[in-house]
């Protein structure tokens, strides 16, 4: 796979530095490290970068300085990269930084910094006298990375396709006798085998009643004959995530399976379906709502219909009912979310089922490409 | 494993009110989820506990609500729970919470709070006009975690004991011909087979020049004869942690790994040989730091000797040189942490050796038990 060549971060960079302007700041201090990577390719787990008019300043320890050579050697190098090495704090460093870079007018990640954080940077900045000021910022790379570029599309269209194996792998492992734990084992392997470098989030397999529970994992439940199963998984490629989730019987499905089944998979078809430009996502939401509002289980859809992926794994667009105070968001082509209805019924069970989607000038790619069947062919 | 009972958590709670009086708070809220856990046996990714003298006030949306039952239904269920649900926004029941509870003083987690979260809660409070004040505090239930207690003590002694068996499985997944990736694959396997629920990170199998790099995961890098592979890798069991390196050659060791080797394992038992009670943390640094020095190799070790493992794989105290303006850690019987001195040579490769230890009255007992040896006796 291609990683995003240092032309997309150009593009990146245009637009964040758009924002330097219409803020009035001489520099933004990004701290979110999925930020990071967006605006720099630099994946670690520590560092910050202050983006100025003319430069990315990255600041990383020891730790990192040697995968910001190999980096910044390679076709992925970011552009106007500085490294600033972190000899022992991180916050020390960043004022020094901002100190000898002359920038008074700070921007910060609001959502990201921490009050103890901000404190101390405040009070520090006041006691070197320079009348450095800072100033909350809100969702500036967030407002950037909805949108997904070519080099994004790509990686998450990748992604999302080597799930189809992994599912297949996944659904042949549910038989009567084995564990929850012993399933997610298979489905983990078959990650790796797909060249995922890890997951994207705890492999959920919930059997039986666990299948009310909408964030259970897997435990030691012994899968049993009768038994509806939620297999809700994915992976990180190149840092971009995808996210599966399909419902399995273990055996001969109940009829009452094969009606919530049924149920879910049409809910899920009308929000693919209300998919295009233009449209709220709340409008996806409701699609799907209305649907299991029809057969009765209104009530058992507790969670809303989805949610953006990108390089993390819950980001926007939120796909929910219309939220008091918040804007609306309207789908833009090149916006890349989860559809997962469900309807969870305590003492019973649970079914979900969930594709990602990449919108489109028309209405929407379906990015993922695995079979609903409730009871699988393959049995 | 028995969980953590009740009275565990009874006893983890009048330590919390005893903070709550100390800091003149009518209320303390807690956001960070692990601390949560620590306090209500609750697991949730999202909740906010609410500490009160006479209650635990638990702010859980819908996905949680069953579980949380559950949990109240057994031995571990928390003493003097009151459940909220929280039907959208968790800071709006949270402000709702506060306000028919009564609390004006209230006290919130500083390093975990974020700015732009603490804004809206003293903007929404102000327009309530009850005055209530929100009022920063620091490491209040982290301060709590850094000493185990004895449901901790057995959970962390049983969750670094099942790494034998994994790592016998490690070792002998490495050879000559096999990518990274699929040694990272052997052992998170075994892993899961071990029982554990999660990978407590990212599992690291560093080989030949990839293992200078102390941070680099897992690729597609095909081992070879003459390779030092580092692998560390750790599981999360009932919620804690582990987490151990060694460092194996592929076929008969070069002199060169045989030195670093050698230097790093003496600087880590002369690590673990310092640990006792009244010890400072630093002193455990300074203590592995001087054999790597003697050795020539000072400079190649760039990162701290250790970190406290618990329900975080990072988590106090921190093991390392004396940090300006920082209280020294003085440690106590009951805390648990690595011993991970390494040697990283740019180009070379690189060693790392890390085993868990619990500190006893009289010195340390060492949760992990791996042979050291750099060429595995199964080859």
């Given at each position: 796979m291609p990683l995003p060549l240092s032309a997309d971060l150009s593009s990146r960079h245009t637009r964040v530095r758009r924002t330097l302007d219409v803020l009035n700041l001489d520099a933004l201090v990004i701290t979110n490290t999925t930020n990071i990577r967006y605006l720099s390719n630099h994946a670690g787990s520590a560092g910050i970068l202050v983006v100025t008019a003319d430069a990315m300043h990255l600041l990383i320890d020891f730790r990192y300085e040697e995968?910001?050579?190999?980096?910044?050697?390679?076709?992925?190098?970011?552009?106007?990269?500085?490294?600033?090495?972190?000899?022992?704090?991180y916050d020390e460093a960043l004022l020094s930084c901002l100190t000898e870079i002359g920038a008074t007018r700070v921007g910060f990640e609001a959502a990201h910094v921490t009050v103890a954080r901000h404190d101390w940077l405040v009070r520090s900045a006041?006691?070197?006298?320079?009348?450095?000021?800072?100033?909350?910022?809100?969702?500036?790379?967030?407002?950037?990375?909805?949108?997904?570029?070519?080099?994004?599309?790509?990686?998450?269209?990748?992604?999302?396709?080597?799930?189809?194996?992994?599912?297949?792998?996944?659904?042949?492992?549910?038989?009567?006798g084995v564990?929850?734990?012993?399933?997610?084992?298979?489905?983990?392997?078959?990650m790796r085998?797909?060249?995922?470098?890890?997951?994207?989030?705890?492999?959920?397999?919930?059997?039986?009643?666990?299948?009310?529970?909408?964030?259970?994992?897997?435990?030691?439940?012994?899968?049993?004959?009768?038994?509806?199963?939620?297999?809700?998984?994915?992976?990180?490629?190149?840092?971009?995530?995808?996210?599966?989730?399909?419902?399995?019987?273990?055996?001969?499905?109940?009829?009452?399976?094969?009606?919530?089944?049924?149920?879910?998979?049409?809910?899920?078809?009308?929000?693919?379906?209300?998919?295009?430009?233009?449209?709220?996502?709340?409008?996806?939401?409701?699609?799907?709502?209305?649907?299991?509002?029809?057969?009765?289980?209104?009530?058992?859809?507790?969670?809303?219909?989805g949610h953006g992926l990108g390089l993390d794994v819950h980001e926007e667009p939120r796909v929910t009912r219309p939220q008091p105070d918040v804007q609306p968001t309207l789908l833009e082509a090149g916006m890349v979310f989860t559809v997962e209805p469900g309807a969870y019924l305590p003492g019973w069970g649970g079914v979900r089922i969930e594709d990602d989607v990449l919108v489109t000038e028309n209405g929407c790619e379906v990015l993922t490409s695995v079979p609903y069947d409730l009871l699988p062919l393959t049995h």
């Open positions: 995968a910001a050579r190999t980096l910044q050697a390679s076709s992925s190098a970011c552009p106007s990269l500085r490294t600033w090495p972190v000899p022992a704090s006041a006691a070197r006298g320079q009348g450095m000021t800072f100033r909350s910022t809100e969702r500036v790379v967030e407002a950037l990375r909805v949108v997904k570029d070519a080099a994004e599309t790509a990686m998450l269209r990748e992604s999302a396709g080597r799930l189809t194996k992994v599912a297949s792998t996944a659904v042949r492992a549910v038989r009567a564990t929850e734990r012993a399933v997610a084992a298979v489905i983990e392997a078959a085998e797909a060249g995922y470098e890890r997951q994207a989030f705890d492999t959920i397999v919930a059997s039986g009643p666990n299948a009310a529970l909408p964030h259970y994992r897997a435990g030691d439940r012994i899968l049993e004959a009768g038994d509806v199963v939620v297999l809700d998984f994915g992976g990180v490629l190149d840092g971009y995530c995808c996210d599966l989730t399909r419902t399995v019987s273990v055996g001969t499905p109940t009829a009452d399976a094969l009606r919530v089944h049924q149920a879910v998979r049409d809910a899920q078809q009308a929000a693919i379906a209300a998919v295009r430009p233009g449209v709220a996502a709340s409008a996806v939401d409701a699609a799907a709502r209305t649907v299991l509002e029809a057969r009765g289980l209104g009530q058992a859809f507790g969670h809303g219909t």
